[in-house]
Every structure is written in structure tokens, then in C-alpha cells.
């Protein structure tokens, strides 16, 4: 999306976010990401890139990659790492991306 739409970022991630799923359940299918793409006024490409699976790969092995937090057993979402360190979704983010994120990286 970022890629093929960058304008359109924004409103896809939110519109997502309305959508999602509850945890532990199935994922949204290709389709239905492709279809909310759509509404949040993607290009045709975008949809083009969800239904080829362009990125399968690099998710896959960027899931390999994910660091869990301490005494996780599975990926948490939001997972941010900043400088190696993992941050604890209970303790350490305020919601607040800059100081969560930025003020971090400068720390």
C-alpha cells in the first residue's frame, strides 16, 4: 500500500482498525483486505499487490524476526522494538508515539 498508494495510508491503517478481527480468531481474508482498501480509496494496484501476494514473503520472514515480550509465548501487536530493547505493551507504551518511539531512539 505504501508503495502503490502512499496517499492512502492512512485511511486503509484506520479502516483496518475498525475491522479487525478478535484475537485469537482467522485473519481478514485477501479479499475482504482488498475490499477495504478499495473503500478507503486505494488504487487498483493495491488490490493487484493483496490478491499476487507481492509481500507474503517479506511478512513471513519478518514474522520469524519478531521478538516477543518478556513472558510472551506468542507475538503481541503492537510489538516495537526500539535499539534492540522490546517494549512492554502494559508498561512502557503511553499511546503517544513519539515519546514511546521517538524519544527513545534519541535516549
Do not use: H, W
Not at 1 to 29: H, R
Not at 45 to 65: D, H, L, N, Q
Not at 66 to 95: E, H
Amino acid at each position: 500500500m505504501a508503495v502503490d498508494d502512499p496517499a492512502n495510508v492512512s485511511a486503509y491503517v484506520k479502516a483496518l482498525y475498525a475491522q479487525q478481527p478478535k484475537e485469537n480468531t482467522a485473519g481478514l481474508d485477501d479479499a475482504t483486505l482488498a475490499s477495504v482498501a478499495t473503500s478507503a480509496g486505494a488504487s487498483d494496484a493495491v488490490a493487484s499487490c493483496i490478491s499476487e501476494g507481492t509481500y507474503t514473503r517479506f511478512v513471513t520472514a519478518m514474522t520469524a524476526k519478531t521478538p516477543l515480550q518478556a513472558n510472551a509465548t506468542s507475538i503481541a501487536t503492537p510489538t516495537i522494538a526500539v535499539n534492540g530493547v522490546t517494549l512492554n505493551n502494559q508498561t512502557d507504551l503511553t499511546g503517544d508515539p513519539q515519546k514511546d518511539i521517538v524519544g527513545r531512539l534519541n535516549g
